[in-house]
């Protein structure tokens, strides 16, 4: 239980710390704009999801597997965009 509140607690504080972050990354000297970093969030996010459904049974139900899969990355994308780059 206490690995699972520091867990949360390390992930709560990542996201109010990357929230203050500008669109333009600065990574080793390099600047990325912030879509690419979360096209590659939507990517690994997806890579996680996948396996979930499978052990639900779910991805059979899965039809046009690679247009799901993709709208998948997608939302998660816009998701941690909305999350860490977003200046409302």
Known sequence: MRLRRDTLTVCTTSAVVIAGC???LNI???NFPAWLV???AGAF???L???VLVAMGIEPYVWPA???YLSLAIVIACVVYLICFNRI
């Open 28 to 30: 080793a000297g390099a």
């Open 22 to 24: 500008d669109p333009v």
């Open 49 to 51: 999801v996948r396996p």
């Open 38 to 40: 979360c096209a590659l």
């Open 45 to 47: 996010g997806t890579a």
């Open 66 to 68: 690679a247009l799901v």
